[in-house]
């Protein structure tokens, strides 16, 4: 299996950026899908998660309302929508897949990651 994350860069601070995850080699049913992100200095923390077979999503509080995950089936594709982004959420992002609980970082696989750098 593997996971290649893309849509990372260098943005104001009120702009967007989606993320894609484009996952090869395994079919993903009866797991779930998750975005977590790890910035400088600090622990890797959970952003997002959707159930690849029923679609049910997750979120961190900090980024409710703001984030969209969605997953495209046909495409082995994970999208994290990022909407009105803060200077907080400069992190590198990354995609996990094969993951047992929503939220947890308990999973079989993980990408590379992108950066994400939101200046103010």
């Known amino acids: 299996v593997q996971l290649v994350e893309s849509g990372g860069g260098l943005v104001q601070a009120g702009v967007s950026l989606r993320l894609s995850c484009v996952a090869s080699?395994?079919?993903?049913?009866?797991?779930?899908m998750e975005w977590f992100r790890q910035a400088p200095g600090k622990e890797r923390e959970f952003v997002s998660a959707?159930?690849?077979?029923?679609?049910?999503?997750y979120y961190a509080d900090s980024v409710k309302g703001r984030f969209t995950i969605s997953r495209d089936k046909s495409k082995n594709t994970v999208y994290l929508q990022m909407n009105s982004l803060k200077p907080e959420d400069t992190a590198f992002y990354y995609c996990?897949?094969?993951?047992?609980?929503?939220?947890?970082?308990?999973?079989?696989?993980w990408g590379q990651g992108t950066q994400v750098t939101v200046a103010s």
């Open positions: 959707i159930n690849w077979d029923w679609g049910n999503t």
């Open positions: 080699g395994h079919t993903f049913s009866r797991y779930v």
């Open positions: 996990a897949a094969g993951c047992r609980i929503p939220t947890m970082p308990d999973c079989d696989t």
